[in-house]
């Protein structure tokens, strides 16, 4: 069946643009997670969506970061005015439900590289 | 708060045994997860440990100790493939049902 997608594979932009990184989850999947990986670290907790509760968004780095989801489908990732700190790639994953084995379904991931 | 303490390499020998160490201090515990991850691709789920001892899965297994906040992944007959790094993921249970990483362990199986 198909996994945990996300858009585009790479992108590479200007220092001060906007980017947007999109996720689709695997279907039936309620909880939905953004991490993000620098070049040799591990995976940083970014925000984490739970059906229609509010999101959590205690791991955001700043304000030039937001996410957004609609009901258990596709989660967006924006940020603005990106700076070159922001380059990593950023990892979506999806869980059936968040609960007591919380197996957590990664994407193949976005690179993003801030010139 | 979290704190996760992995090597951050090993080397091993093709056909050997290899044991990767994890300790942690959480605020919160209710379970630990080990994650492979290939170089350039996404982790993958290996075991989640929930009570104390080892649980045997094929080629790996994954040991937990609740009390001394520590847990290993072992992993034996050594393949070229299982060149990963090996990620430590405690879990809390509670609130946002979050994983918290630690930075892995870079695994190198040399023939």
């Known amino acids: 069946g198909a996994g945990v997608s996300q858009s585009p594979s790479n992108k590479v932009t200007e220092k001060g643009k906007d980017v947007e990184l999109r996720c689709d989850p695997i279907?039936?999947?309620?909880?939905l997670y953004w991490y993000r990986q620098r070049l040799g670290q591990g995976l940083e907790f970014l925000i984490y969506f739970q059906g229609n509760s509010a999101p959590d968004k205690s791991g955001l780095p700043s304000d030039r970061f937001s996410a957004e989801r609609t009901g258990e489908s596709v989660s967006t990732l924006t940020i603005q005015r990106t700076q070159q700190e922001d380059s990593a790639v950023y990892l979506c994953?999806?869980?059936?439900?968040?609960?007591?084995?919380?197996?957590?379904?990664f994407g193949p991931g976005t690179r993003l590289t801030v010139l | 708060g979290q704190n996760i303490d992995q090597p951050t390499e090993m080397t091993a020998t093709e056909g050997a045994i290899v044991q990767i160490n994890c300790t942690y201090q959480t605020s919160g515990f209710n379970g630990l997860f080990w994650y492979q991850q290939h170089a350039g691709e996404a982790p993958t789920f290996l075991s989640y440990n929930v009570l104390d001892g080892l649980e045997e899965k094929g080629r790996f297994s994954s040991f937990l100790s609740r009390s001394k906040g520590y847990s290993y992944l072992l992993l034996k007959e050594l393949q070229m493939k299982d060149s990963a790094s090996y990620l430590c993921?405690?879990?809390?249970?509670?609130?946002?049902?979050?994983?918290?990483f630690g930075k892995g362990t870079k695994l190198s199986v040399i023939p």
């Open positions: 994953a999806s869980s059936p439900l968040a609960g007591v084995s919380n197996e957590q379904f």
């Open positions: 993921a405690p879990y809390s249970g509670a609130g946002s049902y979050q994983l918290t």
């Open positions: 279907s039936g999947h309620t909880a």
